[in-house]
C-alpha cells in the first residue's frame, strides 16, 4: 500500500470516529431529555397557545403524531445543546490541515457563527411568533375555530428557525467574502438597494404570506448586512495569487546592411573620379588577335 492510500484511509478513520463521537453526544442528550418531551413541546408551542382564541387548542391529526412530534422535537433540542461538542470534533478533525492565520480567524467566525444562528432562533421565538400569531388571531373572522395541527406547527416553526438563523449569519458571510478577497467594501456599498429588494423577496419566500413577518425578516437582515460592511473594516484581504501574463517571445530582428543617411553623401568631383579610375589600372587584354 502507498503512502497516499495510508494517509487517506488514516484520514477515513479518523473522521469516522469523529463522527460516532457526535451522534454519541446527540444520543446521550436525547436519552437524557427523553422523560421532559411533552413539556419541551409545550415550551416550543407556548407562542401559539398564549394566542389562541379562549377555548381553543391544538390537534393532531396523525394517530401516532402525538408521539412523534414530541420526540423530533427533543431530539431538535439535543442536538442544539450537543452542538457545542459537535463542532468541537469538526473543528479538531479540521484543524491540522489550517495555517496558523487561517485557525486565527476560523475558531471566531465559527464561535460567532454559532451565537448569531441561536440569536436568530431566538429573535423569532421571543419576538416574530408572538407578532405573527397575534395577528392570525386578530384577523380570524367570527365563528372560525382557529387550530392547527402539532405537525405542521412545528414544520412552520422549524423552518422559521432556520430562515432566522441563516438571515442572523449575514455578518459573517460578508466578513469572510471580504477577508478573500471575492468582493470590497465599496462594491457593498453599491449593492445596497439589490440587497434591500433581495430582503423582502427573501422575506416573502420564507415567511408566512403576511406582512408583519416579511418586514420582520427584512429589516434585520438589511441592518446586519450593514454591521457586516462596518466589521469587514477591521478585517485584513488576503494576498489574491495572480498568473503573470504569458507574453510571447519577438521574433529576432532581421540583420539589415547600416543604411547611410542622406545627408553624409556627396557626388565625387571630376578629378576623384579620373583617380578612381586610374587606380583601377589599364583593361586586360583579352588575346584575341587585332
Same mark, same amino acid.
Given at each position: ?9 488514516? =484520514?477515513?478513520? !479518523?473522521? /469516522?470516529? /469523529? ?10 442528550? +436525547? ?5 421532559? #418531551? ?6 416550543? $408551542? ?13 390537534? #393532531? ?7 412523534? *412530534? ?30 496558523? =492565520?487561517?485557525? /486565527? ?12 444562528? +441561536? ?35 412545528? &414544520?412552520?416553526?422549524? &423552518?422559521?428557525? *432556520? ?8 455578518? *459573517? ?9 471575492? *468582493? ?7 449593492? /445596497? ?16 404570506? @403576511?406582512?408583519v413577518s416579511q418586514i420582520m425578516l427584512a429589516v434585520p437582515l438589511c441592518l446586519l448586512y450593514e454591521l457586516g460592511i462596518l466589521l469587514s473594516r477591521f478585517v485584513t484581504v488576503s494576498p489574491r495569487v495572480e &498568473? ?9 530582428? $532581421?540583420? !539589415? $546592411?547600416?543604411?547611410?543617411? $542622406?545627408?553624409?553623401? &556627396? ?11 586610374? @587606380? ?11
Amino acid at each position: 500500500m502507498s503512502q497516499l492510500e495510508e494517509s487517506f484511509l488514516t =484520514h477515513l478513520f !479518523e473522521l /469516522r470516529d /469523529r463522527l460516532i463521537r457526535a451522534l454519541l453526544a446527540v444520543g446521550i442528550v +436525547f436519552i437524557c431529555l427523553f422523560p421532559w #418531551a411533552k413539556e419541551l413541546y409545550t415550551v416550543l $408551542a407556548q407562542p401559539l397557545l398564549d394566542k389562541l382564541p379562549k377555548g381553543g387548542q391544538m390537534i #393532531a391529526t396523525d394517530v401516532v403524531g402525538v408521539f412523534l *412530534v414530541p420526540m423530533k422535537v427533543t431530539m431538535m433540542a439535543a442536538f442544539l445543546i450537543a452542538l457545542p461538542y459537535v463542532l468541537y470534533q469538526v473543528w479538531a478533525f479540521v484543524a491540522p490541515g489550517l495555517y496558523k =492565520h487561517e485557525k /486565527r480567524l476560523a475558531l471566531p467566525l465559527v464561535t460567532a457563527s454559532v451565537f448569531l444562528f +441561536f440569536s436568530g432562533m431566538a429573535f423569532a421565538y421571543f419576538l416574530v411568533f408572538p407578532t405573527v400569531f397575534g395577528f392570525m388571531a386578530g384577523i380570524a373572522p367570527e365563528g372560525v375555530a382557529w387550530m392547527t395541527d402539532i405537525d405542521k406547527y412545528l &414544520s412552520f416553526v422549524l &423552518s422559521t428557525f *432556520v430562515a432566522f438563523g441563516v438571515t442572523f449569519e449575514v455578518p *459573517v458571510i460578508v466578513i469572510v467574502l471580504v477577508h478573500m478577497g471575492v *468582493v470590497t467594501i465599496p462594491k457593498l456599498k453599491e449593492w /445596497r438597494p439589490y440587497v434591500v429588494v433581495g430582503a423582502f423577496v427573501i422575506g416573502a419566500i420564507f415567511t408566512p404570506p @403576511d406582512v408583519v413577518s416579511q418586514i420582520m425578516l427584512a429589516v434585520p437582515l438589511c441592518l446586519l448586512y450593514e454591521l457586516g460592511i462596518l466589521l469587514s473594516r477591521f478585517v485584513t484581504v488576503s494576498p489574491r495569487v495572480e &498568473s503573470a501574463p504569458v507574453t510571447e517571445p519577438e521574433p529576432p530582428a $532581421a540583420t !539589415e $546592411a547600416p543604411v547611410v543617411p $542622406a545627408s553624409d553623401w &556627396s557626388p565625387m568631383s571630376d578629378a576623384e573620379m579620373d583617380k578612381a579610375i586610374a @587606380d583601377l589600372g589599364p583593361p586586360k587584354d583579352s588575346g584575341k588577335p587585332g
